[in-house]
């Protein structure tokens, strides 16, 4: 690899490491504002990655997604998670399902099972970006087990969120992101999927008095 | 024979460099409170002052008690042999690699930890439970973390991480070189008992943890625990600077090498001791329960960089 | 053109339900006719198909295509809809709707209907997928027409576990993508179905293998494939009856659909069957979590939800078996969408004469409401699989396919299965039908001129399970020939 594509590997890496490492920050924290904050970052950094890899793969459509990415994510979206978020009141994830000390292992090991699943992946492709794609898959991992380990349904939304730029992240990394037309309508899809999600909690709150997802147990057998 | 002679005097910079760097850092939080602060070569004062006095050791303790001091001092002092702080490649890199300095180190925190137990007073019972649990998952990390630079470099001699990382500078902003950095940075914080894992200074029982350990000793061998605990900084900052930002390590035994080596040093001393004292000033000690979840944070981003490392040789 | 036909009356008639403050029932009875339009669109669409082999394509980069497994699906995703806009709350008639309520009902529905219709007519992947996630949030959107504590949490759970899944499903897409360009570089129609299967031989099997696991872990989760199919007991029991006759066939058929289209191009890839293998351990899994399920079963609708997970485990098992599974798979969506919307359309009925969804509190079905109580059972009959109704016919083909293809205990242990299943469904529907009707239920059926179009429904029960008319047979070996390639 020239000393071109050796930055850009270097770079791509280094960006998809810190995506990773907020979305790892969601299972450490435990107040709703952390992890909007989280969010936030990771977005940003998510952007920037895909300006980054627009620039360095000299692929211009990027650039765009790069931008709506920042509106959409970085500002759009934590904004009306913030004001979700005070209308429904300040509650921590004092009790997760599974404890902070337990996650942080089980990330770790979710990042590794990661790289083992994408060994294939990453042998076939022969992008400077390949080193990355263990890490977006291992964030989607990390999306996963945020939205099975917690209580709180706004930390639920987070980490669906994460999910998703998990995989944004991917398309980025792995083939330098899907054709516009298609991205604009993954983002407005995420967008809409997000406000019926926000309308939903609105709605727990209403009904049940608090957003703690334990107390959604009436339908059994 | 130079090379020895190297080792022997790196040995004597670090003592002699280590109570100023504690100094340095309680005089510069001092400054940042607004407070005067004591000047930054006070703990050679303390030192002079605890040499000189009287020893006195409680009915109840056993040769342990006397015998633990001397154990920690050598172990530390041992340590600063093996570790990279002016020169890269030495005699003694043979016998001693990262796995030998996380074992001398894991040792003066055994032999401290009995020592807390030994005189069976309910603060030194405490300290030593709090110190195991810090350094249950600390000591782990540690090796962790160096190991992800020890796979970059093929060897877990540390002389030879030095020099590979000399090598090619521009592993410098490799993941697996961040984050084992960020994972050692926060290992140091635990295992020299800084904020927030523990406050130095503080003799409250709800709060100590080195403290408790050490609360029964006086005299020479306070002394010998506190220049130890001063060294094991020093060493923890040298490994931190030295490891991942290697410029200024001599791989030549010239004089001016060396002394280049040495300025090096203590200005990588220097600025990490500043950033330590403003985290101290800025953050908050955490409760002891949500230590453990701090250094889980630690041990996955040292286990992030071990795999980014390896998978990106 | 014939594709404007298809698409654009639900936009139609939802921009006309959006219009209309407050609703009028004219809006429910011109989106009523309108969707006639669309289901002629499909028939015709079925029409080129068995006649010529395949409609042209439509749009910017060949963006809708209509060959023989669209049309099929076109015209079963239109039927339904139909059938649900004149059986659904919108024309009037006995509803505990408010007028914002119906019309927020009308505006959805048609935009669900739209999504669906789209995701079986695109021919671009990308843009199925659009359309599938668009279904998610709009059925999600209906699911909340009451706000009790418990159709809250129901459509939190299908809103969250959807979403997730469509999400995994789009991961797929992007590695299925991914491998693509891997091999060919990038290209505009990349994402295309033909000129995925085109390249299908030369793709990698590796990671053709992962891909599909995401697919199939993604559109199950929509299909409702256990283990991903916890929220559907909980959604097709709180949500509105004529919405959850809509998702239990008509989606359900959709998420099949994007299944069997990753199927194909991922067995050109990898070239083991290991795809039939993933589809029949699942089939198998929801069969059995279904059979059981179903004798414990204690509500009717969370009933029929479980009857839902026992047929998407057989469509599953028959999409794993090898043409003939595949022609008994599709046999069976085509029958199953006809009898499991009429069994929703009547639990709305029986659900607004009873008061209650437990199968405890309604009794007395046949003397108190003689033709709903009538088609309950022979629904009931229907999805059980007894004959003359047209799902003994595809079970016996599927039966077929299994022992032909070799696979003696899989077949018995199915068998074993839906046997289970059937004493279940005798016991609940006997419990149902006969006996005293409880206090405060007034004799009389309560639907209307609506019996007949369900009628209709029984009647094109009856016709596939007495014979198979020869288009439909066309239209099926067309599609067998299209996935075996």
């Known amino acids: 690899m020239n000393d071109h594509d050796t930055l850009f590997a270097q770079l791509s890496t280094l960006s998809a490491s810190v995506v990773l490492l907020f979305g790892i920050a969601l299972l450490w924290r435990r107040s709703l504002g952390a992890y909007i904050k989280a969010f936030r970052w990771q977005s940003l950094v998510l952007s920037i990655a895909f300006a980054l890899i627009g620039y360095f793969g000299n692929d211009h459509e990027l650039y765009i997604i790069a931008i709506v990415l920042l509106v959409l994510k970085v500002f759009v979206i934590p904004w009306y998670l913030s004001r979700l978020q005070t209308r429904v009141g300040a509650e921590r994830e004092a009790h997760p399902y599974v404890n902070v000390a337990t996650s942080l292992i089980v990330a770790g090991l979710l990042v590794m099972l990661a790289y083992a ?53 991917l398309a980025a990394l792995c083939t330098y992101g899907i054709p516009l037309i298609v991205e604009l309508g993954v983002f407005l899809d995420v967008l809409m999927g997000f406000l019926v999600m926000q309308v939903i909690v609105y709605q727990i709150r209403d009904t049940f008095e608090s957003i703690d997802v334990e107390q959604l147990n009436q339908l059994r057998h | 024979m130079t090379g020895y002679l190297l080792e022997i005097g790196q040995a004597l910079l670090a003592l002699l460099l280590a109570p100023g760097l504690t100094g340095f850092i309680r005089w510069f939080k001092a400054r940042l409170q607004g407070r005067r602060g004591a000047p930054p070569w006070q703990p050679y004062y303390d030192l002079r002052k605890l040499f000189g006095k009287e020893v006195i050791v409680s009915k109840n303790a056993s040769w342990l008690f006397r015998f633990a001091p001397y154990v920690i001092f050598a172990t530390t002092v041992a340590v600063t042999m093996l570790v990279p702080l002016i020169a890269a490649p030495l005699p003694f890199d043979a016998v001693g690699d990262l796995l030998a300095v996380v074992y001398l180190l894991l040792l003066g925190t055994f032999f401290l930890a009995l020592a807390g137990l030994d005189p069976g007073t309910a603060f030194g019972g405490m300290g030593a439970s709090r110190e195991m649990t810090v350094a249950a998952i600390a000591e782990p990390t540690i090796a962790l973390a160096i190991f992800g630079l020890a796979v970059g470099a093929g060897s877990t001699n540390l002389g030879r991480i030095v020099a590979q990382t000399l090598a090619n500078p ?60 001063a060294l094991k900084l020093l060493v923890f900052f040298s490994l931190l600077s030295n490891l991942f930002m290697p410029w200024g390590v001599a791989t030549t035994l010239t004089p001016v090498a060396l002394c280049v080596a040495a300025v090096a040093l203590v200005a990588k001393l220097a600025a990490l001791a500043v950033t330590v004292a403003v985290l101290e000033t800025r953050l908050a000690k955490l409760r002891l329960f949500r230590v453990p979840e701090l250094l889980g944070v630690s041990f996955v981003l040292a286990l992030l960089s071990v795999t980014s490392s390896f998978l990106l040789r | ?172 897409t992007v590695l299925g993508y991914f491998d693509f360009v891997t091999l060919s570089g990038r290209a505009e129609n990349a994402l295309n179905w033909p000129v995925l299967l085109a390249n299908a031989p030369s793709l990698h099997p590796e990671v053709m293998k992962l891909a599909f ?142 008061g209650s969804p437990l199968i405890r509190q309604v009794r007395g079905l046949q003397t108190v409401m003689p033709w709903t109580g009538g088609l309950f059972a022979a629904g009931l009959l229907a999805l059980m699989g007894l004959p003359p109704f047209g799902l003994f016919i595809s079970e016996f083909a599927l039966f077929r396919a299994g022992f032909a293809g070799h696979h003696p205990w899989l077949m018995g242990t199915v068998l074993l299965l839906l046997l289970v299943a059937f004493v279940s469904f005798i016991g609940h529907l006997n419990r149902m039908l006969y006996g005293t009707a409880p206090e405060g239920v007034t004799a009389g059926e309560n639907g209307g001129w609506r019996i007949a179009p369900m009628m ?18 066309t239209l099926l070996n067309q599609i067998v020939r299209i996935v075996s390639r």
Not at chain 2, 200 to 222: D, F, N
Not at chain 3, 144 to 166: D, N, P, Q
Not at chain 3, 230 to 254: H, I, N, Q, R
């Open chain 1, 117 to 169: 699943i994408t060994r294939p992946l990453v042998a076939v492709s022969r992008l400077p970006t390949r080193g990355g794609i263990p890490l977006a898959v291992g964030l989607i991992f990390v999306g996963l087990f945020v939205i099975i380990s917690r209580r709180k349904a706004l930390t639920q939304i987070v980490g669906f969120l994460v999910l998703e730029n998990g995989i944004a992240l």
């Open chain 2, 170 to 229: 521009g592993a410098v902003i490799n993941p697996g070189h961040l984050l084992g950095f960020a994972a050692l940075f926060i290992v140091m914080l635990a295992e020299t008992g800084r904020m927030p894992v523990d406050n130095p200074s503080t003799h409250l029982e709800l709060t100590m943890i080195h403290e408790a350990m050490i609360l029964e000793y006086s005299g020479r061998y306070l002394a010998l625990i506190e220049w130890a605990a």
């Open chain 3, 1 to 172: 053109m014939l594709f404007s036909l298809l698409l654009i009356p639900s936009l139609v008639s939802a921009a006309l339900a959006a219009a209309f403050r407050p609703y009028r029932t004219l809006v429910g009875w011109v989106n009523a006719l309108l969707s006639l339009v669309a289901l002629g669109a499909a028939v015709s669409f079925a029409g080129h198909a068995v006649r010529d082999g395949e409609a042209p394509g439509f749009g910017p980069g060949e963006m809708l295509r209509a060959d023989a497994l669209s049309a099929l699906l076109m015209v079963c995703v239109a039927g339904a809809a139909s059938l649900t806009l004149f059986l659904g709350p919108g024309l009037g008639g006995e509803t505990n709707y408010k007028a914002s309520q119906l019309r927020r009902y009308q505006l959805f529905i048609n935009l669900f209907i739209c999504s669906m219709l789209l995701a079986v007519a695109a021919n671009n992947v990308a843009i199925m997928w659009i359309a599938i996630e668009a279904t998610t949030i709009f059925s999600a959107l209906l699911t909340t027409l009451t706000r009790t504590k418990t159709s809250v949490e129901a459509s939190w759970k299908y809103i969250l576990i959807g979403s997730v899944g469509i999400a995994l499903a789009f991961a797929g």
């Open chain 3, 213 to 354: 696991v995401f697919l199939l872990v993604g559109y199950g989760t929509k299909a409702g494939i256990a283990p991903m199919h916890t929220w559907k007991p909980d959604a097709y029991g709180e949500a509105p009856a004529p919405l959850v006759a809509l998702m239990s066939s008509a989606l359900f058929a959709v998420a099949m659909y994007a299944i069997l289209r990753w199927k194909v191009v991922a067995d050109a890839a990898i070239k083991d069957h290991y795809a039939d293998r993933l589809l029949l351990a699942l089939g198998l899994l929801s069969l059995l979590i279904a059979a059981f399920s179903l004798v414990l079963a204690r509500n009717y609708r969370r009933m029929l939800a479980y009857s839902s997970v026992e047929h998407t485990g057989l469509v599953c098992l028959g999409l794993g078996l090898g043409p003939l599974g595949v022609f008994a798979a599709l046999l069976h969506l085509v029958n199953h969408t006809a009898a499991k919307s009429l069994m929703f359309f009547l639990v709305g009925n029986i659900e607004r004469k009873y």
């Open chain 3, 456 to 473: 209709l429904s029984l009647a094109v029960l009856v016709v596939l399970g007495l014979t198979l008319p020869a288009p439909l047979e």
